[in-house]
């Protein structure tokens, strides 16, 4: 039995850093999100004001995580073309939203759910396509 290590390596990788890109945001702004609920002040235009909020250990936890999945995100925008990457990585957008309904007990109305699914729909109409769209896309 051959294993094809050609497109279909590329794209399982592709896939692969995607689902770790998802993971790290959805994460990183549950963290954030919890964090700041426990911060007492209100963010105004203060910066001292967000530089304490920034020493709460889950708003730190979560901003670490975004600046890693911002790092992922490069790495895949350098196997896949923005017009695939941008809308399939909205997922993220439903993930949230369920993590914000289940851990932070935030209120989720029908209308977000069916905006958030609409989305979810979205998403996998792109993936479904091609990850690239150039000639030279395969590396």
């Known amino acids: 039995m051959k294993i094809s290590t ?7 990788k592709t896939y692969s850093i995607l689902l770790f890109f998802l ?3 959805a994460a990183g702004n549950s963290a954030m999100a919890w964090g700041m609920k426990q911060v007492p002040e ?3 235009m203060n910066p001292a004001l967000y ?7 889950f708003v730190a ?8 999945a911002l790092l992922i995100r490069m790495a895949l925008l350098s196997l896949a073309d923005l017009s695939f990457v941008l809308p399939v990585t909205a997922v993220g957008y439903v993930i949230s939203v369920y993590l914000g309904k289940a851990l932070l007990n935030e209120t989720v109305t029908r209308q977000r759910w069916l905006g958030t699914l609409l989305i979810f729909a979205g998403a996998i109409l792109v993936g479904s396509t091609s990850r ?6 395969a590396k």
Do not use: C, E
């Open 6 to 12: 050609g497109r279909s390596g590329a794209v399982l």
């Open 23 to 25: 993971a790290l945001k």
């Open 42 to 44: 209100r963010m105004s």
């Open 51 to 57: 530089l304490r909020a920034m020493l709460n250990p």
């Open 61 to 68: 936890m979560g901003i670490a995580a975004l600046i890693l």
């Open 132 to 137: 690239n769209t150039t000639q030279d896309g």
